[in-house]
Every structure is written in structure tokens, then in C-alpha cells.
């Protein structure tokens, strides 16, 4: 094909374009080459012929033709084409890229083209653009924070790490200034190694703390040709295990150093390699000086013996007792502990050595304190007592030894409850803590059977558990303070002479009796009175009065059970008790009491019978309570002596009453003599052998405003009792002196008075001289009055009453003995006193009246009376046929209502007129 032809302008062109290395060519309107040099044929591969007249189009890669369509349209707008990379197809099929610029010329209607082959170019710069991105790539994948700056400290390159790291998101940063995006950089240490690394050019490691992100970082800063390129590695986790070590190992040092025992570790040399400050004053060297010394330098002796060391190693410890020297050469005892560790491949020995020089010190301390405890145990006169906590002796002295009858070895090993008859374990128990028991008292059992009292002091040692772990008890004799205490127990409860309880024990007994008595069952409570004591004690006296209480302590004794109550309550009165199934077992008891006391009793050498009188209540039938019980038995013992003594008697209600009236007598009586309720009756006494009237008796009566008439029977007793008879009968001597007097004016004759004197009244010291001023006050003559005494008056105190009765008699005053026949009505006494007159009691002569035997025993006892001077009086003559019986019998003088009654003075004087007329 041949080539266009080419306008005149285009020659120029054309001319010098085969020179140009690039690709030149000339196209027409429609594209078509119409030139094109050599440099297009060899880039294209086509000769130059080859290309003209081709359509360009057909040059171009298949996948570019829209693109030179829109390029046409541009040129031939007048837009010219600069530098535009479009791939083409070389003849031999490959792909090529040419860079390409082109102009349209309006006047020549032609297109001038040039290009560039951009192939390898294109290629390379691929290359480039990989290579950054697998750079870029790896740089976020390290997991480190990287950046580089210029030496302007322009951001270069960052990855997000970076960005997260300095708090910013570093790519939209890249080329500013590092300290405008991470202000807290500025003046940190971190910059400061940057800079040292730009000026020096070498690289830089350091640690440094990030404050924004609290974390510890590790920098490594490489100095490049354009600035630094920087890592930051987070190491934090890292410092955190490495300071937790370090933590640990000061503890260990600390521990090591402040360590109470001294510490030496020696290497497998036997060189001290670490000593700590215990170490350091023990043995008075520096650290400094320990390390390197020999273990062997501060020992006595060569301690680590190659068999010691073979045992280490097989992994034994040794604990030795040894003497260790200080660096003064003085040593001191040690314990010490060795053992061996491995660390780092090497083997180490470490020795802990306890100085044992306090604790020998305090030691021999103890031994001695011991050996003084020991001294004074041993001479303590207090029984000294250790055991273990189950009760088995472990150590005594020779003081509990003594007291306890055993020897020392057969002490060792028993139990304190075989020592004790009841150790007291329950005092020692009741203190938890370490008190101590104080005064507890307690008995031990000695050697030959006794029992030995001793006040117990005792303490037991307890684990920090509070389990007893040993008991020790100091203990004193007291068995002598216990005897007394007895004694007093005794005394305050029992009664001296009989040895029975008292009435305070009698109380506290029988309360208890009451208490337990079962439902169903009865309490017996019996008042014995002695019938006869009272006239044993006046005649014999009082020491066989006592013998006889005794002996009938001793019966009651015998025919009393064991679980009984027997007590005395003064006198002789006497309280048993029983209990029982009622009544009937109590009449079977009373009667057994009542023999007991029938047989005589053979007291100074005279038989005499003591006889008594019981009164029993019942409980719950006749008393509920102790008090109502002993008030009732009193009562009816009370009953049982009125009823005629020598018997017993169950108290029943009525005698409740009798008291009641007797005590409503003794009350009326008392203001009975204010109110002059009294009066003196006469009655005459006979000579039996004139008949004539020789005396008169004195007899009182007492007009109650309350109770009306009452007799002397029913109401002395109760004034002697009351002590009453004291002024009543000064009152009867004075009126009947008084009487007596004005009755001998009147009737101008001699007249005797006997006025009834009780023993009360004996019994007073003034009664002499009571007796002398009534007589002086009254002007009678002394031997106009006789005194009438009973029996057992006379032989209250007999001395004394001896003496009395002297002094009597000098005044001229006659004595008569009362109621003769009633009591001991014994003459041999009689002798002691100078009485005058003897008056037969009514009962005495009775007894003998009409019969043959009875006559002659008063026949008898009258011989006996007038051989001892005395006249005999018979009293309370009824009959004719007594009166008759006395005269024979010879009696001297009687009285009674067949001669004439008591009666008031008026009718005396009366009676008196007519009997001397008739
Ligand atoms: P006594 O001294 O033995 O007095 C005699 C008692 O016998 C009197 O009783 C008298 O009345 C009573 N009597 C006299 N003749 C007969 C008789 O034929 N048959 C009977 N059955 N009895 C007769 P009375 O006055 O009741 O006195 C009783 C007792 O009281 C006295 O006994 C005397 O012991 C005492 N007594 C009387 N007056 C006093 C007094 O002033 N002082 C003291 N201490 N005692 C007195
Ligand atoms: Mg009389
Ligand atoms: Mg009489």
C-alpha cells in the first residue's frame, strides 16, 4: 500500500522524526498512518512499510479502542492528547504500554502522534507498589508499635499500633510534626533518646513508663538516612513478673536477714557465701568478712564430716548441739540446723544456728528454783500432794507422809480418790481457769484406818485447751479443830449430862421426821415427866439425881429403834419420837417406856423407882405442825399426871381446854391481891386428949371477881409457879399474925396460929426477917405462931433450910412438917432439922383406918415421932371412928370438918365462944 502524500509542512516534520528514539507517526483524519519512523517499526515490531497506511486502531489492545474513540473526538475538538498510557499489541502479539501525546493540526488535517514504550517502566513500578504493601503489611503485623520521622520530626510512616499507642490515628497524620500529634511526648525521656539517636546516628534501646497508657514500653529507636525509625515494644506484663520476683526475693531477704536464729549459707566448698544480721552479731563479723570465710572458721570443729555431708546429700537435715566461736575466740552453745539446696546447678548448705546460752541459762535457772521448791516442800509441815489429771500421785512430801500414815513408795501410783475419802475434785472442777481452791475441807484416809481432816488448798495446771494436765494440792491438819468444832456441835446440840440431843436438835429431828414422813404413816411425839425425880434430887441430891437421869437416858435408849428420836429438854423432861403405823404402835411404845422406867433404880445405894408420866400427840391426827405437836404432847402429858402419874395419856381436846382454864386462872390471879380478893379461913386444931382447942390453921380463900370461888388445890400451884406466892403469902403471915393478935386481945386467951409456908417462900433469903416483922408489926408473940413446911420443901437445899428453920426456932417460932405421908415420909432426915409438930396427911391415915396392921404401923410411927420430941398432928378427921383410932394410936392433936370446918374469922370467934362455954 502506498503512503499518503504528505502536505509540505509535514516534510519538516517528517524530516527529522526517523532520528527520534521515541515513536513518532502522522495520521490522518480517519486514523490512518500516513508516517511513521523507525523507532515505531522496532517498538511495534512492524517495518515501516508495514505500518503505513494501517489504521492505528489495528495497533492498538482490543480493550483500548473506546478510549481512542473518546481521544479522536478530543483531538479533532482541538484538545491535544498529553502522555496518555494505553496498552497496544506488538505484531508479535505482545502486550505493550506506551505512554502517548498527540496534536491535531487543523491546516494540515493531520494528527501528529508521539509515544513512549512505559512497558518495564509500568512493570517496576507494580513491583514497587507490591513490595510497599506486603512492607505495610508486615509493619502492622509485628504487634509493636512503629513510626519513623524525617529529621524535620515529620511523620513518615505509622501503623495503627503507633496511632493506638500515642492516642491518635496516626495516617491521616503522616507528615506532621511528631510532637503536634503526641504533645505528651514533649520533655520526655523518650524524646530525649530520640533526639540523642538523630544527632548520634546510632541506635538506642531503653524502658521507659508511657503515662497515657500506664504502660511500661521498650524503645528502640534505629537512626536512618532520612531520620528514625522507632519500635515500641509493651513490656509491662514482663516488669510486673520481673518486680513480683524481686518482691519475693526481698521478702526471702528480709526474712533471711531479720530472721530470729543466725543463718550462714556456704557453697559446696563450705564457703560462707550469705550471712545474715543475727549471723553478723552473734558472731561479731561483718557480711563482708563472712563471705569467703570457712563454715569450719566458726565452728569448734570441723562439723560437716564427709559422712554428714553424704547424708545431706541424700537429703537428710542434721539438728546438732555444739559449741560455736565468735571472732573474739570466746564460743557459745548452739543448736544448729543443717540442711542442703540446689539452686542454678550449684549446691548450697545452710546452716540455722540457735544460741543456746539464754535458754542454758534459763534452764539452770529452773533446775535451781526447782531444787529450792523442792527444799521447802520437803520441810513444809503442809501435806504436799502432786498428781496426774486422771488422779495418780506423781510426788508427796514427808509431811503428807506423816500425816497420812504411808510411806512415800506406797504413796507413789494411787489415786487421790484411794489417799481421800472424797478428793475434792468438785472444787477444783468448778474453776476452769487456773484459780486456785481455797480451804476446801477435806478427809484423808490414813495408813491404820483413821480419818484425817485437813484443810485442803489446791490448784490444777491446765493445757491451752483447758484440759487438766496435773493437780497439786497443799493440805494442814486440822483434825484437832475439827474435834473441837464437833465438840461445840456437841454442845450446842445435845445435853451434857445425858448426852441426848437438845431441844434444838430435837426441833431440827423431828421437822425432818415430819417432812419424810410417808402418806399414810403417823408421827408419834411423846413428854415424859419423871414422876419421882423431883423427891430423888431433893433427898439424895444432885449428883444421883444426875445418875438417874442418866439411867433413864440409858432406858430410854434401849427401848428406842435407832432411827428414833430421843432428846432431854431440861429437867426431867424427856422427848421421844417415832414414827409409826398410829396410835396403837404408839400405846405399844409408851407402855414399853413406862416398864422401862418401873424398874428401880438403885441410886446412892437406895432403890427408887423414877416412874413417869406420858403424854402423846399424833401426827397428822392430832397436830399438823412441830409447835402443835410438842404444845399438844406437853398438854397431855400434863393430862396424864393429873390423871394420877405413872401412865400415859393421848391428847385430846379437852385438855386444850384444861390448859386454856389454867391459864385464864393464872390471869385472874395476878391482880387478884390489888384487889383484895382474899380472905383467911380458920379451922381449929384439937388437943385429942382435952379436947380443948390448942391452934388454928391459917387456910386461904379467894373470891375471884372473874372466876368466883376458887380453892387453894386449884390455885397455889399455879401461884408457886408464877412465883406469886411471893407476896400472897407475906400477905397471909402478916393477917394471920394481925388476925391471930387482935383475936388473942378479944378473947383474952393464948392461941396458936400455923400459917401454910411453901417453898418458894423458903427459899428466899429474906424469909426470916419477913417473918420477924410481921411479928413485930403485928405485936403477936412468936411462940403464938407455927410455921407449916412440906416435905419436899425442907429438902430443897437441906443446909441451908437447917439453918433457916435455927433461925426460926430462936425467934420462938414452932415448925410443923406438912402433909406428912404424901412424900418420902422417911423419919431419919427429920433428924437434921429441930421441927416441932408432924401433921399426918388425911390420905396417910386413911390408908390405915380400921385395920389391925395399919394401926399398928401409925401406932408405930407415932412411938417413933414422940422419941424424937415431936408432937403428931392428925389431919382431915371425918369420923368419929379415925378420931377414935388416932386417940389409940396416941396421937397428939387432931383437925378436920368432924371437929370443925375452916370458916372466916367472925365465925371462928364464934365457934371459938361456944366451944369454950359447951
Ligand atoms: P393443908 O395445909 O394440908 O390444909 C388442910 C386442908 O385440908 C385444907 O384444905 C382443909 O380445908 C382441908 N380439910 C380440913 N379438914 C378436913 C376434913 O375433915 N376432910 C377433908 N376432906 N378436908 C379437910 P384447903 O383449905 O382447901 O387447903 C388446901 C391446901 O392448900 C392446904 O393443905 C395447904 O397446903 C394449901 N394452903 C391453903 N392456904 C394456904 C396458904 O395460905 N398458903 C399456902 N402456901 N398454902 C395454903
Ligand atoms: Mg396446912
Ligand atoms: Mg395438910
Known amino acids: 500500500m502506498n503512503a499518503p502524500a504528505l502536505p509540505a509542512s509535514a516534510a519538516d516534520y517528517i524530516a527529522h522524526i526517523d532520528l527520534a528514539f521515541e515513536l513518532m507517526v502522522v495520521l490522518d483524519a480517519s486514523g490512518r498512518i500516513v508516517r511513521a519512523n523507525a523507532a515505531a517499526g522496532d517498538i511495534l515490531g512492524y517495518s515501516p512499510v508495514e505500518l503505513a497506511g494501517r489504521p492505528v486502531r489495528e495497533l492498538l489492545h482490543p480493550d483500548e479502542r473506546a478510549a481512542l474513540d473518546t481521544l479522536t473526538a478530543d483531538l479533532l475538538a482541538g484538545r491535544p492528547c498529553h502522555e496518555r498510557e494505553l496498552r497496544w499489541r506488538r505484531k508479535d502479539g505482545a502486550t505493550i504500554y506506551l505512554s502517548l501525546s498527540a496534536r491535531w493540526s487543523a491546516r494540515a488535517r493531520l494528527v501528529y502522534a508521539s509515544a513512549r514504550d512505559v512497558t518495564t517502566h509500568r512493570a517496576a513500578r507494580d513491583e514497587l507498589r507490591r513490595s510497599r504493601e506486603r512492607m505495610n503489611d508486615m509493619l502492622e503485623s509485628i504487634g509493636d508499635a512503629f513510626f519513623a520521622i524525617d529529621r524535620d520530626w515529620r511523620i513518615t510512616y505509622a501503623n495503627r499500633k503507633a496511632g493506638a499507642f500515642i492516642g491518635v490515628d496516626v495516617a491521616p497524620n503522616v507528615g506532621r510534626h511528631l ?64 518486680d513480683a520476683v524481686r518482691k519475693s526475693e526481698q521478702r526471702f531477704r528480709n526474712l533471711f536477714q531479720e530472721a530470729g536464729d543466725s543463718i550462714v549459707i556456704a557453697d559446696a566448698d563450705l564457703r560462707i557465701i550469705a550471712a545474715n544480721g543475727r549471723a553478723c552479731a ?37 539438728l546438732l548441739r555444739m559449741a560455736k566461736r565468735r571472732k573474739d575466740g570466746t564460743s557459745f552453745p548452739a543448736e544448729v540446723h543443717i540442711s542442703r539446696f540446689e539452686d542454678g546447678g550449684q549446691e548450697y548448705f545452710q546452716a540455722i544456728i540457735r544460741d543456746l546460752t539464754e535458754r542454758e541459762e534459763a534452764e539452770r535457772q529452773l533446775r535451781a528454783s526447782e531444787r529450792r521448791f523442792r527444799e521447802v516442800i520437803e520441810m513444809t509441815p503442809a501435806g504436799y500432794v502432786l498428781a496426774s489429771a486422771d488422779g495418780r500421785v506423781l510426788d508427796v512430801n514427808p509431811a503428807l507422809c ?77 483434825t484437832d479443830r475439827k474435834q473441837a468444832e464437833r465438840r461445840l456441835q456437841q454442845l450446842a446440840t445435845h445435853d451434857t449430862l445425858t448426852g441426848l440431843p437438845n431441844r434444838a436438835l430435837l426441833q431440827e429431828r423431828v421437822q425432818r421426821m415430819l417432812d419424810e414422813c410417808p402418806h399414810g404413816r403417823a408421827v408419834a411425839v411423846m413428854f415424859l415427866d419423871l414422876d419421882r425425880f423431883k423427891e430423888v434430887n431433893d433427898s439424895f441430891g444432885h449428883e444421883l439425881g444426875d445418875a438417874l437421869l442418866c439411867e433413864v437416858a440409858a432406858r ?44 428401880p433404880v438403885l441410886v446412892g445405894g437406895q432403890e427408887v423407882t423414877a416412874g413417869g408420866s406420858i403424854g ?45 382454864a389454867r391459864m385464864a386462872l393464872e390471869m385472874a390471879l395476878r391482880p387478884a391481891l390489888a384487889r383484895a380478893e382474899f380472905e383467911l379461913h380458920y379451922q381449929p386444931r384439937i388437943d385429942l386428949r382435952t379436947m380443948n382447942v390448942v391452934g388454928i390453921e391459917a387456910l386461904i380463900r379467894w373470891n375471884s371477881a372473874d372466876l368466883g370461888r376458887v380453892s387453894p388445890g386449884e390455885f397455889i400451884a399455879i401461884a408457886e409457879e408464877t412465883g406469886l406466892i411471893l407476896p400472897i403469902g407475906r400477905w397471909v403471915l402478916n393477917e394471920a399474925c394481925r388476925q391471930t393478935r387482935g383475936l388473942i386481945d378479944r378473947h383474952g386467951r393464948t392461941i396458936r396460929v400455923s400459917v401454910n409456908v411453901s417453898a418458894r417462900q423458903l427459899a428466899q433469903p429474906g424469909f426470916v426477917d419477913e417473918v420477924r416483922a410481921a411479928l413485930a408489926d403485928t405485936g403477936l408473940p412468936a411462940d403464938c405462931l407455927e410455921v407449916e413446911l412440906t416435905e419436899s420443901a425442907l429438902i430443897e437445899d437441906i443446909p441451908r433450910t437447917a439453918a433457916m428453920l435455927d433461925e426460926l426456932r430462936a425467934l420462938g417460932v414452932k415448925l410443923a412438917v406438912d402433909d406428912f405421908g404424901t412424900g418420902y415420909s422417911g423419919l431419919a432426915y427429920l433428924r437434921r432439922f429441930h421441927i416441932d409438930v408432924l401433921k399426918l396427911d388425911r390420905s396417910f391415915v386413911l390408908q390405915a383406918d380400921g385395920r389391925i396392921s395399919a394401926f399398928d404401923f401409925i401406932k408405930a410411927f407415932v412411938d417413933m415421932a414422940h422419941a424424937l420430941k415431936l408432937s403428931v398432928v392428925a389431919e382431915g378427921v371425918e369420923t368419929a371412928e379415925v378420931l377414935d383410932f388416932l386417940r389409940a394410936a396416941d396421937c397428939d392433936e387432931v383437925q378436920g370438918y368432924l371437929m370443925a370446918r375452916p370458916m372466916p374469922l367472925e365465925a371462928l370467934e364464934a365457934w371459938l365462944v361456944a366451944a369454950t362455954e359447951g
Open 179 to 242: 510532637l503536634e500529634v503526641a504533645p505528651a511526648l514533649e520533655g520526655t525521656a523518650i524524646v530525649e533518646h530520640y533526639r540523642r539517636a538523630l544527632a548520634s546516628g546510632e541506635s538506642g534501646f531503653f524502658e521507659a513508663y508511657w503515662q497515657p497508657s500506664a504502660t511500661w514500653v521498650e524503645v528502640r529507636c534505629y537512626p536512618t538516612p532520612d531520620g528514625l525509625s522507632v519500635y515500641f515494644h509493651d513490656v509491662t506484663a514482663k516488669r510486673v513478673a520481673l
Open 282 to 318: 552473734r558472731f561479731g563479723y561483718t557480711e563482708d568478712e563472712f563471705i569467703g570465710m570457712s563454715v569450719s572458721d566458726i565452728d569448734g570443729h570441723h562439723a560437716y564430716t564427709s559422712g554428714m555431708l553424704d547424708s545431706l546429700r541424700a537429703g537428710q537435715t542434721h
Open 616 to 660: 402423846i400427840s399424833m401426827f397428822p391426827h392430832d397436830a399438823g405442825t412441830r409447835e402443835l405437836l410438842f404444845q399438844t404432847a406437853d398438854t397431855a402429858m400434863y393430862g396424864a399426871k393429873r390423871a394420877g402419874r405413872n401412865r400415859y395419856r393421848f391428847f385430846e381436846p379437852a385438855m386444850t381446854l384444861a390448859a386454856q
Open 556 to 599: 430410854l435408849r434401849k427401848v428406842m429403834r435407832p432411827g428414833d428420836v430421843i432428846a432431854r429438854l431440861g429437867g426431867d423432861e424427856f422427848v421421844v419420837a417415832a414414827e409409826c403405823a398410829g396410835a396403837q404402835d404408839a400405846e405399844v411404845i409408851a407402855a414399853k417406856l413406862l416398864d422401862a422406867l418401873a424398874l
Open 402 to 478: 506423816a500425816l497420812s500414815g504411808h510411806t512415800r513408795t506406797a504413796l507413789l501410783g494411787r489415786t487421790l480418790d484411794e489417799l481421800f475419802v472424797a478428793f475434792p475434785w468438785h472444787g477444783l472442777a468448778a474453776h476452769d481457769a487456773d484459780a486456785p481452791v481455797q480451804g476446801v475441807e477435806a478427809v484423808l484416809r490414813h495408813a491404820q484406818g483413821g480419818a484425817v481432816h485437813v484443810l485442803f488448798n489446791g490448784s490444777v495446771r491446765r493445757d491451752p485447751c483447758g484440759n487438766v494436765e496435773s493437780v497439786t494440792g497443799l493440805m494442814s491438819d486440822i
